[in-house]
């Protein structure tokens, strides 16, 4: 169930990527993030008070130390995205699951202590390939390419994923501390508009407003939510080696957008690809599926 809440979240994020690209032809980075979390913020208050949710927590530290780096990755994605073809802004933002594999498995070898001859915690090998897989595919379908006046965002675009893959470590605790995922998504909003707020003055001001440029600004926070509800919940439930690898699909979506909207081809290297990512997704849900009824535990 775990990859179908991040199959779509993958969707919606691809979705909000799109609509980024349009209005930062009108808005700052700092702008978008601002508008985004203020419209997250209405969002999340609307569907609290519709489930009974109430918007008060017990770990606000927690929360806290979540939107800090949530809010980073997202405005440096947000750049990104403004400064470099959107096919390498998204390939460096989804280097986050490979970090997030990085950091589990180095994680359980620090934790390891030899001990009478145990192996080392390994197990999870396969799924680690399968991110790998994944990631290959990405890179296969977007070749990405950075200028050599790019090099910064390119770097910029590098540490949105790797702040994101700590963003996402951090959801993780907050479902394992029992935190309503409404919740988890509205102090991330909190946090995004505070930080765009903050960051307004220093990357020019409030843009000129005009409505029809301004429209593009409700997607933005509508499916970012989505999104994030999504990627909460999925990320919160266990399997996270199974969510990284679904996240790929983001990719997948944003091809077809190509496709259908835009006119876009996809070479062969595309669709071998797009063929990986599927393929990889597949492949960690049947390992978890078949390791479920021995393992003692869900990996986090």
């Known amino acids: 169930m775990q990859a179908l809440w991040m199959l779509a979240a993958a969707f919606f994020f691809a979705t909000m990527a799109v609509c980024v690209k349009f209005a930062s032809a009108w808005f700052s980075s700092a702008e978008l993030v601002f508008y985004r979390g203020l419209l997250g913020m209405l969002f999340m208050w609307a569907l609290a008070r519709r489930q009974g949710v109430t918007l008060g927590t017990a770990y606000p530290g927690s929360h806290a130390w979540r939107s800090l780096v949530g809010v980073v990755s997202l405005g440096a994605w947000f750049y990104a995205l403004a400064h470099l073809p959107l096919a390498t802004g998204m390939t460096l933002n989804y280097m986050s ?61 590098l540490l949105s994923g790797l702040i994101a893959a700590f963003a996402y470590m951090q959801v993780m605790a907050l479902g394992r501390l029992g935190e309503p995922e409404t919740r988890t998504v509205f102090y991330f909003a909190v946090g995004s508009t505070v930080a765009g707020l903050l960051a307004m003055p220093i990357t020019g001001g409030i843009s ?24 909460t919940r999925a990320y919160s439930r266990g399997a996270t080696l199974v969510v990284a690898s679904f996240q790929y699909s983001g990719i997948v979506f944003g091809a077809i957008y190509g496709v259908l909207l835009f006119g876009d081809s996809l070479p062969l290297t595309g669709w071998l690809g797009m063929g990986l ?19 003692p535990a869900e990996e986090h």
């Open 277 to 295: 990512i599927i393929a990889s997704g597949i492949t960690a849900t049947a390992l978890r599926a078949r390791a479920a009824p021995h393992a």
């Open 97 to 157: 699951s490979v970090w997030v594999a990085v950091f589990l498995i180095g994680g359980a070898l620090l934790a390891w202590t030899p001990r009478r001859g145990a192996a080392a915690p390994l197990h999870q090998g396969p799924l680690v390939l399968t991110v790998l897989a994944g990631f290959s595919g990405v890179v296969l379908m977007l070749r990405p390419t950075i200028a050599q006046d790019q090099a910064f965002a390119g770097l910029v675009g």
């Open 208 to 231: 000129a407003w005009s409505w029809p440029h301004a429209l593009w600004l409700l997607p933005v926070g509508l499916f970012a939510s989505l999104g994030q509800l999504c990627m």
